[in-house]
């Protein structure tokens, strides 16, 4: 096993492993360790069954389910489906999911620790998808910013990126929005393992900071959020079917780009880590 880093800020490709098989503990200790320190893991060239994807991601932690449930897999329920298909009328995975900068299940009070994506189908140009590195952007912020956010906290809200991102669908049912009330966590986190801050904000699903006047918290909330989203801190990914991602949404953001889903299919399976509480 070979780890090659992809970008100075974020990523390292890991070379020479067929995660069908169990992986030696040695090796998952060396990949644990690569995905703390470098944020996000490309594995190329898998092919791997719904079994094995959720078996390599349970060697992560707990997997979690998803509040539009249509889409998780009947036999694999660990399995959550990006998709623009539509099989008997009915689509088979959740279409436009995350086109816009955010980390993982944000809206919820344990957001998710990090997910692992897998790349069944592709369009062969675009849907491409972008990575950055929150720890570079709060690096990158001057100190009279950094100290002025430190104390700060925002609400993140997914009825809110819902309503936003999935306007001309069906709204969410009262039982789906019990199920994801609006959560506070700061605008700095600390990642629980290295220790290390990184900028925790998103678009669409960050509703406001809290404990300002609206107009000055929201022009905050998009400066940052420009800062963060900078091509200077990123990478985008460009997919190959059998293409396994695994990224920390402790310490990232990630964004989806459009494609021509007329013309093409685009068939990803991702399974979600349980993480804890933001501090
Ligand atoms: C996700 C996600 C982006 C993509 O799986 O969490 O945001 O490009 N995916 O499919
Ligand atoms: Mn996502």
Redesign the pocket.
């Known amino acids: 096993m070979k780890l090659v880093p992809i970008t100075p800020h974020i990523g390292v490709e890991v070379e020479g492993i067929d995660l069908r098989a169990p992986v030696a503990d040695d090796d998952f200790t060396r990949i644990r360790h690569a995905l703390n320190q470098h944020s996000l893991l490309l594995f190329r060239g898998q092919t791997l069954n719904e079994a094995q994807h959720v078996a390599f991601s349970r060697r992560f932690g707990t997997l979690l389910g998803h509040v539009l449930t249509q889409f998780l897999k009947k036999e694999h329920p660990e399995v959550y489906v990006l998709s623009n298909v539509r099989e008997n009328g009915a689509p088979i995975g959740n279409h436009k ?2 086109w816009n900068w ?3 299940l944000s809206y919820k009070t344990e957001p998710s620790l990090g ?1 692992l ?1 897998y790349a069944l189908e592709v369009p062969p140009v675009e849907g491409d998808t972008w990575f950055g590195s929150m720890h570079a952007a709060w690096d990158a912020l001057d100190a009279q910013t950094q100290s002025k956010i430190r104390p700060l906290h925002a609400t993140h809200s997914y009825a809110n990126y819902y309503g936003k991102a999935f306007a001309d669908r069906n709204p969410l049912s009262d039982e789906q929005k019990a199920a994801v009330p609006d959560v506070t966590h700061p605008l700095v986190r600390t990642h629980p393992e290295t220790g290390r801050l990184s900028l925790y904000v998103g678009e669409d699903v960050v509703k406001q900071i809290e404990g300002l006047p609206a107009d000055e918290g929201d022009a905050l909330l998009a400066r940052l959020n420009k800062h963060a989203t900078s091509p200077e801190f990123a990478y985008r990914h460009k997919w190959r079917a059998g293409d396994l991602l695994v990224w920390d ?1 402790r310490s990232t953001m ?3 780009t459009p494609y021509d889903d007329v013309a093409y299919r685009r068939v990803m399976h ?1 399974t979600t880590v349980a993480g804890d509480r933001p501090f």
Do not use: F
Request: hydrophobic share 25%.
């Open positions: 999911e995350g955010h980390s993982d997910a994506l949404n990630h964004r989806a991702r």
